[in-house]
Antibody, heavy 124, light 108 residues
Framework: QVQLQESGPGLVKPSQTLSLTCTVSGGSISSGSYYWSWIRQPAGKGLEWIGRIYTSGSTNYNPSLKSRVTISVDTSKNQFSLKLSSVTAADTAVYYC????????????????WGQGTLVTVSS | SYVLTQPPSVSVAPGQTARITCGGNNIGSKSVHWYQQKPGQAPVLVVYDDSDRPSGIPERFSGSNSGNTATLTISRVEAGDEADYYCQVWDSSSDPVVFGGGTKLTVL
C-alpha cells in the first residue's frame, strides 16, 4: 500500500524559499499513470491545491501561486519536491503531499492517499 | 474561477442521516470527490466520481450529483463520523483543482 511522507524545515524566514520533499513508499513513483500533488491548509481554514507533477516532469500549478512555485520529481529516490519562493506569513500552513488519480489525458480526479502533513511556519 | 459552496456546519443525532451539500454552477457535469478530515489528521477520501467508495469506506457513506448540487450522505451516523468534510472537483477553466470551504459535521 502506497504511503507518502512529507519532510522539510518547520520554520522559514519571510522572503526566503520554502522547500519540502515527499517520499513515496510501498510502490514506485513511476508506476501507474498517477500525478503527484501538493496541497496546503492554513490553520482553521480550508484546503488549497498548490500544483502537480507527472513522472515525465510535466507540471501544472495553481495560477494564484504559479509565479512562486516549482515542483520537481526524483524518480531514483522515489520523491517529489516543492519549492515556494518569497514566502510571507500568509504561506504558513500544513503542507500535504498526495497522489492524484488521472481521469483523462491531462485532467485529474481525486487525491488518495495523502501524507500526514507537515506544518511550515513563516516567521522571523 | 469556479466556486464550490458548502454549509459551514451540519448537526445530526446518532443513528440519523446526515446530508452535506456542495453547490456549484452545473456541478452535475463534473465529477465530485469527498474527503473526511478529523482534527489533527490528513484528509481521507470517502467518495470519488460522485458516488464510488474506496475500499475500506463503510457503505454508510454515499454520494450523488445532479444539476447545481452534489450531496454526501452519511447513513446511521456514528460519533466517529464527526469531522470536517470537503468536496472537490477539477475545473479546466479554473484553478483547476477546486475545493469547497468544508462542512463541520457535529454528532449531537
Amino acid at each position: 500500500q502506497v504511503q507518502l511522507q512529507e519532510s522539510g524545515p518547520g520554520l522559514v524566514k519571510p522572503s526566503q524559499t520554502l522547500s519540502l520533499t515527499c517520499t513515496v513508499s510501498g510502490g514506485s513513483i513511476s508506476s501507474g499513470s498517477y500525478y503527484w500533488s501538493w496541497i496546503r491548509q492554513p490553520a482553521g481554514k480550508g484546503l488549497e491545491w498548490i500544483g502537480r507533477i507527472y513522472t515525465s516532469g510535466s507540471t501544472n500549478y495553481n495560477p494564484s501561486l504559479k509565479s512562486r512555485v516549482t515542483i520537481s520529481v526524483d524518480t531514483s529516490k522515489n520523491q517529489f519536491s516543492l519549492k515556494l519562493s518569497s514566502v510571507t506569513a500568509a504561506d504558513t500552513a500544513v503542507y500535504y503531499c498526495a497522489r492524484a488519480f488521472p481521469t483523462g489525458t491531462t485532467t485529474i480526479g481525486w487525491f488518495d492517499p495523502w501524507g500526514q502533513g507537515t506544518l511550515v511556519t513563516v516567521s522571523s | 474561477s469556479y466556486v464550490l459552496t458548502q454549509p459551514p456546519s451540519v448537526s445530526v443525532a446518532p443513528g440519523q442521516t446526515a446530508r452535506i451539500t456542495c453547490g456549484g454552477n452545473n456541478i452535475g457535469s463534473k465529477s465530485v470527490h469527498w474527503y473526511q478530515q478529523k482534527p489533527g489528521q490528513a484528509p481521507v477520501l470517502v467518495v470519488y466520481d460522485d458516488s464510488d467508495r474506496p475500499s475500506g469506506i463503510p457503505e454508510r457513506f454515499s454520494g450523488s450529483n445532479s444539476g447545481n448540487t452534489a450531496t454526501l450522505t452519511i447513513s446511521r451516523v456514528e460519533a466517529g463520523d464527526e469531522a470536517d468534510y470537503y468536496c472537490q472537483v477539477w475545473d479546466s477553466s479554473s484553478d483547476p483543482v477546486v475545493f469547497g470551504g468544508g462542512t463541520k459535521l457535529t454528532v449531537l
